[in-house]
């Protein structure tokens, strides 16, 4: 004779409990500030001044060459408008819903947070890994920034960028009749 089988109902497990929203918003200042440690090495990897990737010039590859000075600004310049743009269409999407200007807010203020990460990043990396600055010129003609405006760079560009497809976005829809 065969048993009966018997079918036991399935325990529902409980669903696991939303992140609150605060924390997903959160994520908005906390990434961009990370990656500030990223910015920060590739602009000491790419600089002239730094190991000179870009360039490959010998001439700039001194830090206390003042040939090098706009290109390094120049340098770090680009990846803090890269970083911005790529930002500003990251946020595209999520530029709907009660707490849109939370969002925003937060995603320039870790775009201002990561522009100085970066750069301090960047001279770090060349204190650990570069040449001894010469104690005879002073402190100004190491690997440093010269142009402080470049920080806030990254905070314009994804303010720029979210204003333009934020616009895109107004004029692409059909008017309602």
Not at 30 to 54: D, E, R
Not at 111 to 125: K, N, R, S
Request: aromatic fraction near 10%; glycine fraction near 12%; charge should be positive.
């Amino acid at each position: 004779m065969t048993e009966p089988t018997v079918h036991v109902p399935a325990v529902a497990e409980p669903a696991p409990a939303p992140r609150p929203r605060r924390f997903r918003e959160a994520r908005w200042l906390v990434l961009p500030a990370a990656s500030g440690v990223l910015l920060g090495a590739l602009w000491w990897l790419l600089a002239p001044g730094g190991l000179n990737l870009v360039s490959g010039n010998p001439e700039l590859a001194d830090a206390a060459n003042p040939g090098s000075w706009l290109p390094r600004d120049l340098v770090l310049a680009a990846l803090m408008l890269v970083a911005g743009c790529f930002t500003g269409v990251m946020l595209d999407g999520k530029l709907q819903g009660p707490s849109v200007g939370r969002r925003l807010a937060f995603a320039l203020v870790g775009g201002a947070v990561g522009g100085v990460i970066a750069w301090l990043v960047g001279l770090l990396a060349a204190q650990l890994f570069g040449p001894a600055p010469d104690p005879a010129l002073g402190p100004g003609f190491g690997f440093t920034l010269r142009s402080y405006a470049v920080l806030v760079l990254w905070p314009a560009a994804t303010s720029f960028i979210t204003f333009v497809l934020a616009l895109f976005g107004v004029l692409s829809k059909k008017p309602v009749k």
